[in-house]
């Protein structure tokens, strides 16, 4: 398979979104007004409801008057009411109009809000306004959708179409700016506070304002998407996320990050997310009204209400409200839609949302977490739980920085979390952490010292860790743990858990996500205490299974499927030493290894499938094997053959289809090596393998005697005392190369300091290009085990900088041949800074925020650094000691 490599694209900015509640909230967002043309809908739409306004009065079979004083929960300054002063139609035109209200009424102004609640309600569809908005500080007009039924729970789990607002229309700030935005947006997710929106602003070209004529608005909604016009012209979309998987099948991410849903399963009872169509797939209603105030106009422009602006009343004039239907499929609205080039396009009209990227699943591969050790790591916030004190970190001279607890006269508990409500630092993500891998070798440490004991002399110190949300727990004084030791004052002290010592005591492993360290519960006050190398951990490697080396892996016996032969184990020459042998005789047979609970002997012993799916990209099964006798029938080929989970996936590979590409030779040892990847390819599940075959084919094997030695599952890319990848030091890894993608030429070793001694250096001529590091086809790296605090880091050089003087410096990292990728500049490194010309300097990216920008680490096999696509002819750089690893 060649890799294709593609096209460039350029970091999108995207605008942010200031804070809404129901039916409003800000969204400052900059209009591209380029390449705007009108597109009429397309002629499947059919009209099924409409009301012009052609009556004497308001149709009380299309609409209903909500009558309140409640302020719409966005403290607005208005009461709706059914009075005819606040709505009524006049020469074909609805009229709702913003009043000052008489003294001592509960609110300051009159209005009205007319909803079709159980009168006109629907699912999918185009529906469209044509409407003159008022004008104003403090003027706040909306044509919107709340769902029939709350399917998925109060507001705004099962959802809000925002289809038309505006604030404060015609409004003039300091800079001498007239307010002329119109604004769509959609409320989902999770119950308020803690809910989400996202949507986008737009004003009309030429400097037209909404509140000087009739305009018409509309979405089209169908399953999975809505779009918003203004005038016919498609200025946003909206869409339901899209779950990105890995090689592996598994949920890693999101391919596009849009709405989302949170319910309890009606099955399972559980609380859980939902990144499908929901909650916008339910019939709604719709709703015209006229605020006066509120948190969103009041927040922004010239700020509050400006009553002058209403002494004579506000209008909100509409022409008609028309409701069409996709004739080409009514069920899902799809097949007539109203698009132009760029409405699926971050860069344009696609709006980025608010879904919460799925936690990759557990690998089962061991894995450490650092939770402190002198740096705040964001995933995991120092806290103090109920005593409103807030921990710092602090410089000590024995151990530098520090974090720092106080307990005051409230009884409280501190330590880290890793929990929604309390991530605040934008980097930062929830990330429970599964301890299940290092059960038998894992621990928990840190070191703390006491720098005020509690007033409370005699108040115990406590551990406590929590999982799954806080269901689950363990809680032990800290002279339970290996020390056995009290705090002493002044003196830093290292504790030690096992990690199977706090399962033992209560904890599920699988998800932890609260450390606390504290004196105990209301009686700590006074204390004050430092804490630092706080970590799970275990010595870990590389998952590797070892069959046979010498001797019988008593898990994996030796066996013989069918012919009746017990295979024996023998001693060959000196670089081999004992090894296994098989002997085929009539009966036709396999042999090899196997690891099933049918087959083991020796007492005690238990089967043991590998799981080798933490070392699928880069991980091969290997064995030498000798012919001593050739089958009877020389013809024969031999046969690797590989199961899984008691036989429900297998693999069946020739001999000569190895990486060694060789046939077996009589009397000669030779290498065997067949890489996973390919093996899953060929149907192998490789997350239970428990047979391992070599023999000649099913019924010509008469005759064949044959040894083997040295049978193995590893990544031959990862050292024993290593934990990740080397892409580049002093050479590129195995299986990779320096690399000129477009421009032609032979990037080359030159020899640098005494530092870094060999190093890449890469040379950008007139042809536009980009340069970096390459696998071979069919490679790829697997980084998915250290995801949890891994990095990708690489030195650069500049030698001689590009001719172009405003050009950047990019980082980009690709993986399964292109489907997926992550790009930054340099200067958004942790480091933080741009190249300086003859400076050797260092650039790290977290694996996290390469993931949550897109990219499958489980497959990757393109890392590039180069100044901006276009713009870097002339520039001279090198690259040494590049790594994706842990700190």
């Not at 996500?513 to 010595?539: C, H, K, R, S």
């Not at 012993?605 to 050739?630: C, E, R, Y």
């Amino acid at each position: 398979m060649n890799k294709a490599i593609g096209k460039f694209t350029q970091l999108c900015a995207l605008a942010s979104l200031a804070s809404l509640q129901g039916c409003g909230g800000g969204v400052e967002t900059n209009t591209d007004t380029s390449n705007i043309y009108v597109q009429k809908p397309v002629s499947d739409w059919e009209m099924i409801w409409s009301d012009e306004f052609d009556g004497s009065r308001i149709d009380s079979n299309k609409w209903t008057h909500e009558v309140n004083c409640l302020g719409g929960g966005n403290d607005e300054k208005q009461c709706y009411t059914d009075s005819s002063e606040n709505s009524y139609i006049a020469d074909g035109v609805l009229n709702i109009v913003a009043l000052p209200s008489a003294d001592g009424a509960e609110q300051p102004y009159s209005s009205a809000r007319l909803i079709s609640q159980h009168k006109a309600d629907f699912k999918y569809g185009r529906f469209e306004i044509k409407a003159k908005l008022p004008s104003g500080q403090g003027s706040w007009p909306a044509f919107w959708m709340l769902p029939t039924d709350a399917t998925y729970g109060g507001w705004p789990k099962s959802g809000e179409i925002d289809i038309l607002e505006a604030v404060n229309l015609k409004t003039v700030n300091d800079e001498g700016i007239v307010e002329s935005q119109i604004h769509g947006t959609l409320h989902y997710g999770k119950e308020s506070p803690d809910n989400s929106h996202s949507g986008k602003a737009y004003a009309i070209p030429d400097g037209i304002n909404p509140a000087d004529d009739f305009h018409t608005y509309a979405i089209e909604w169908q399953e999975g998407e809505i779009r918003w016009y203004l005038d016919d012209y498609l200025y946003a979309t909206q869409r339901q996320s899209q779950v990105r998987y890995n090689s592996k099948d598994q949920a890693v991410g999101l391919a596009h990050q849009g709405w989302f849903a949170e319910y309890y399963d009606l099955i399972s009872g559980e609380l859980s997310t939902h990144w499908d169509a929901a909650p916008f797939d339910q019939r709604f209603f719709m709703i015209i009204n006229f605020a006066v105030g509120g948190n969103w106009p009041e927040n922004v422009n010239n700020l509050g209400v400006d009553a002058n602006a209403f002494t004579n009343g506000q209008r909100f004039e509409v022409d008609y409200v028309r409701v069409y239907q996709c004739n080409q499929n009514p069920d899902t609205g799809k097949g007539c839609e109203t698009i132009r080039a760029g409405y699926d396009s971050l860069d344009d009209a696609l709006v980025v949302g608010k879904a919460p990227i799925p936690s990759p699943p557990s690998t089962g591969i061991a894995q450490n977490l650092t939770i402190f050790s002198g740096t705040l790591n964001p995933n995991w916030p120092a806290w103090d739980c109920c005593g409103d004190s807030n921990p710092s970190i602090v410089n000590d001279v024995d151990k530098g920085d520090v974090m720092e607890f106080v307990v005051g006269e409230t009884a409280t508990v501190n330590g880290f979390i890793s929990r929604e409500a309390n991530i605040v630092d934008p980097e930062g993500k929830v990330s429970p952490f599964d301890a299940s891998p290092i059960i038998d070798s894992g621990f928990l440490s840190f070191d703390m010292k006491v720098v005020s004991p509690p007033n409370n002399t005699d108040a115990a110190w406590v551990l406590k860790v929590e999982s799954v949300g806080g269901t689950e727990f363990s809680e032990l004084e800290l002279n339970f743990s290996e020390e056995g030791l009290n705090p002493v004052t002044g003196q830093w002290q290292t504790y030690t858990f096992p990690v199977q010592q706090l399962v033992d005591a209560g904890l599920d492993p699988s998800a932890i996500d609260v450390v606390m360290i504290f004196p105990a519960w209301g009686v700590g006050e006074g204390a004050v205490y430092q804490v630092t190398n706080l970590e799970i951990a275990a010595d870990i490697s590389s998952p590797k299974l070892m069959v046979f080396e010498d001797e019988e892996n008593t898990s994996w016996p030796m066996w013989d499927c069918c012919g009746g032969s017990l295979p024996t184990i023998e001693m060959d020459d000196e670089i081999h030493g004992s090894v296994a042998q098989f002997s085929i005789g009539a009966e036709p047979t396999v042999m090899g290894f196997i690891s099933r609970e049918a087959n083991i002997t020796v007492p005690d012993v238990q089967p043991a499938p590998f799981d080798a799916t933490g070392i699928l990209a880069n991980g091969v099964i290997q064995f030498d094997m000798k012919v001593v006798d050739m089958p009877n029938k020389a013809e024969a080929a031999w046969v690797f053959k590989t199961e899984s989970n008691n036989a429900d996936t297998f693999a069946q590979i020739l001999l000569n289809e190895s990486l060694e590409a060789s046939a077996p030779v009589k009397g000669e040892w030779q290498t065997y090596t067949f890489k996973l990847s390919d093996l899953a390819n060929a149907g192998l599940d490789v997350s239970a393998i428990d047979v391992l075959m070599i023999f000649p084919t099913w019924g010509e094997g008469e005759g064949a005697v044959y040894r083997v030695d040295n049978v193995t599952v590893y990544d031959p890319n990862a050292s024993d005392d290593y934990i990740g990848h080397v892409l580049f030091n002093d050479k590129a890894k195995d299986q990779w190369s320096i690399w000129d993608c477009c421009g032609g030429s032979t990037p080359t070793i030159e020899n640098d300091d005494t530092e870094h001694g060999l190093t890449a250096e890469f040379i950008i001529g007139s042809t536009a290009t980009v340069m970096g590091l390459k696998a071979a086809d069919d490679v790829y790296l697997d980084a998915s085990n250290l995801l949890a605090n891994g990095l990708v880091q690489f030195e650069m050089k500049v030698i001689t900088a590009s001719s172009d003087p405003d050009s950047t410096w990019v980082f980009k990292i690709e993986s399964g041949d292109v489907d997926t990728f992550a790009e930054f500049e340099l200067s958004a490194s942790q480091e933080g800074v741009a190249p300086v010309i003859g400076q050797w300097q260092t650039y790290t990216f977290s694996l996290q925020s390469l993931f949550d920008a897109g990219l499958d680490i489980s497959q990757i096999d393109v890392l590039m650094v180069f100044p901006a696509w276009v713009t870097g002819e002339g520039a001279v750089y090198r690259l040494d000691n590049v790594v994706i690893t842990t700190p």
